[in-house]
């Protein structure tokens, strides 16, 4: 079990879609609407583990045209999601972004999330409990993955909050929203280079 939880750890730390973008929320628009988005990546990522649970995801997933079809959709969304953040409280008229990403936002990232389908997959595939049965088992690991998810995506919240309330000049809020959202746009070019 330590080597699950282990997993479950550096699995989750890595800066994926998830985890830069609850940051930048956090970042550009506050502590409200970042545990609103939080939330919403919590209910999405378990609905990402139920469908690797149930197969869904793998029946989905072997459609060819349907696997391209979600993977330009994600990279639509997180582009769309990095420029939500990079422009919050831009006065530039055509690109401002005035209202934060939220509950369905961040349940969305996480349905069209590449590395949520992945993560899910390694942890509820690998890593068997050897005096557990598999229902057992598969619960256990709902309540663990869980357990570490959520202080780690808090924490990283927390680390974008941190930053809107050092008060730091717009010039520099700015240039961190933007350093935010290129981030998210590495992780979506880096995942398009492996696809």
């Given at each position: 079990m330590?080597?699950?939880?282990?997993?479950?750890?550096?699995?989750l730390?890595?800066?994926?879609?998830?985890?830069?973008?609850?940051?930048g929320?956090?970042?550009?628009?506050?502590?409200?609407?970042?545990?609103?988005?939080?939330?919403?990546?919590?209910?999405g990522?378990?609905?990402?583990?139920?469908?690797?649970?149930?197969?869904?995801a793998?029946?989905?997933?072997?459609?060819?045209?349907?696997?391209d079809?979600?993977?330009?959709?994600?990279?639509?969304?997180?582009?769309?999601?990095?420029?939500?953040?990079?422009?919050?409280?831009?006065?530039?008229?055509f690109?401002?972004?005035?209202?934060?990403?939220?509950?369905?936002?961040?349940i969305?990232?996480?349905?069209?999330?590449p590395?949520?389908?992945?993560?899910?997959?390694?942890?509820?595939?690998?890593?068997?409990f050897?005096?557990?049965s598999?229902?057992?088992?598969?619960?256990?690991?709902?309540?663990?993955?869980?357990?570490i998810w959520i202080?780690?995506?808090?924490?990283?919240?927390?680390?974008g909050?941190?930053l809107?309330?050092m008060?730091?000049?717009?010039?520099w809020?700015r240039i961190?929203n933007?350093?935010?959202?290129?981030?998210?746009?590495?992780v979506?070019?880096?995942?398009m280079?492996?696809?």
């Amino acid at each position: 079990m330590l080597v699950f939880l282990t997993a479950v750890f550096f699995l989750l730390i890595t800066p994926g879609p998830g985890v830069l973008s609850t940051a930048g929320v956090g970042s550009a628009f506050g502590a409200t609407p970042g545990y609103r988005y939080v939330f919403g990546l919590f209910i999405g990522n378990n609905v990402v583990a139920l469908a690797v649970v149930t197969g869904l995801a793998g029946i989905v997933l072997a459609q060819p045209a349907l696997r391209d079809f979600l993977m330009y959709a994600s990279i639509l969304y997180l582009c769309y999601l990095a420029a939500k953040i990079a422009f919050a409280g831009s006065h530039i008229a055509f690109i401002e972004s005035t209202r934060p990403p939220g509950l369905m936002d961040a349940i969305l990232l996480q349905l069209i999330n590449p590395k949520a389908y992945v993560v899910n997959t390694a942890l509820f595939t690998g890593f068997p409990f050897a005096t557990a049965s598999l229902h057992t088992e598969t619960l256990w690991k709902f309540v663990l993955i869980n357990v570490i998810w959520i202080p780690i995506h808090l924490t990283w919240l927390a680390v974008g909050i941190g930053l809107k309330q050092m008060n730091l000049p717009t010039k520099w809020q700015r240039i961190i929203n933007i350093l935010m959202a290129c981030s998210l746009l590495a992780v979506v070019f880096l995942a398009m280079s492996m696809s």
